[in-house]
């Protein structure tokens, strides 16, 4: 039962057009090769709840069909 | 021998869009060493920062950009909260008449050296204040929020570098009474700020630029040992190009200068810098000499230091109270097995 709902909760596919799975697949290759002091510089626990609301709006305003990253935010002021 | 993979990061991080790929075939690259690299030296942000400047994010994976994007956008808000925090911090500081100047990445983020306040990773909020305000910054911190951990105040020889470090709301903050550690103060020290602190304004406070430049360089060649290894961060490499000291940068005032002059040899392969330094067979000979002395001397220092710090724990737990009471904590936990503890256990508690 707990297996067949992990793996649905995996399978879910997510608006980016990713599987959850995926994501966490591909956010794990490159976290694990990052060096901990990138880590503990960024402080995960705070700076996470404030990037989280302007992060994720500039995602769903700036990036084009090409798959480019935005420019970020307050490049050319 | 340079990698490929730091040969393309200094390219991304220096040369315009149309000489990045020179000399560097992009289907040789390793991105999983890039990340390794760019990591370790905290350009995770910048690299970001310059591709999207640079509009070359065709040549990365699209989930390596996803993820450094995603570091830049966190360390970016992390440095917005950091900037709020030293201003905050700042006006505390001045309402208490403590004269303060920002030092390192606050420092350089708060002189608008960078084009984006997400391109540079920074520890902590690290600030220098006056010996004789020393007393009144503790006060002053403790009272307002202090979260550093219990910490017993010893008698030292030599003023430290700086107080505990300790949060101030969300971020660390460093306060600074000396900028290099004891044994390298004939070098480099606070000194150089004297004027800096004369100058009577209640607006924050950050060094001239020239000065940000030399800070830079012998925190890397003195503090981190670049002088005795040849390490390079390149950080602090991308801190001296944003810093942009004309009047530094000349092969007159490098020379001058054997710390400098070593930090330019040993990023002299990655020709970021306009500049060339010749040495002869006589500067070289003189370098070496220099160099062998300099590690003697602080070999010697730390082995006096260490015996001067014991003997005056020694002749503290005399005076201090709080000091033998943790003396004595530690030593209660051994003492049923050991003579000799338990001599000094119950000597110590008479």
């Known amino acids: ?77 | 021998m340079i990698s490929a993979e730091e040969k393309l990061l200094v390219n991304v991080l220096y040369k315009p869009e149309s000489e990045i790929l020179n000399g560097i075939e992009i289907y040789n690259i390793n991105f999983d060493n890039l990340m390794k690299l760019a990591s370790r030296h905290l350009m995770l942000p910048a690299l970001f920062f310059n591709i999207n400047k640079k509009n070359i994010s065709y040549l990365f994976p699209e989930d390596f950009i996803e993820y450094i994007k995603n570091i830049y956008s966190i360390n970016k808000a992390r440095n917005t909260i950091l900037l709020k925090e030293a201003k905050e911090l700042s006006e505390l500081l001045y309402k208490n008449n403590i004269n303060h100047i920002f030092l390192k990445g606050t420092a350089l983020l708060l002189s608008n050296v960078f084009e984006d306040i997400g391109e540079r990773m920074i520890g902590d909020i690290d600030f220098i204040i006056q010996h004789k305000d020393e007393q009144k910054v503790e006060k002053v911190l403790e009272k307002n929020n202090d979260n550093r951990s219990q910490t017993i105040n010893l008698f030292n020889v030599f003023k430290p570098t700086h107080l505990d470090r300790r949060l101030y709301k969300t971020i660390a903050i460093e306060p600074h009474l000396e900028l290099l550690e004891p044994k390298n103060r004939w070098v480099f020290n606070s000194k150089e700020l004297v004027n800096d602190f004369k100058v009577e304004t209640k607006a924050i406070k950050t060094p001239s630029k020239s000065f940000l430049f030399d800070h830079c360089i012998y925190a890397i060649q003195i503090r981190d040992k670049g002088f005795i290894n040849s390490y390079h961060s390149h950080r602090s490499v991308y801190d001296i190009y944003k810093l942009d000291c004309k009047k530094s940068l000349t092969i007159k005032n490098i020379k001058k200068d054997i710390f400098i002059k070593h930090f330019f040899i040993t990023i002299n392969k990655f020709k970021i810098f306009d500049i060339h330094i010749k040495t002869t067979l006589l500067s070289s000979y003189f370098d070496k000499l220099f160099r062998f002395l300099f590690i003697s001397f602080l070999k010697i220092f730390t082995v006096i230091d260490i015996y001067i710090f014991k003997l005056s724990l020694i002749i503290q737990l005399f005076f201090n109270n709080e000091l033998r009471e943790r003396a004595l904590n530690k030593i209660s936990i051994h003492y049923n097995n050991k003579t000799l503890l338990n001599y000094l256990y119950t000597w110590l508690k008479l």
């Open chain 1, 1 to 77: 039962m707990t297996m067949k709902k992990e793996n649905k909760e995996n399978d879910e596919i997510i608006p980016s057009g990713i599987t959850r799975k995926d994501a966490i697949k591909k956010m794990g290759k490159y976290a694990t090769l990052t060096a901990m002091g990138t880590f503990m510089i960024l402080n995960p626990k705070k700076a996470q709840a404030q990037s989280a609301s302007g992060g994720e709006s500039d995602d769903s305003d700036d990036s084009d069909d090409s798959g480019n990253p935005p420019p970020p935010t307050g490049w050319g002021d």
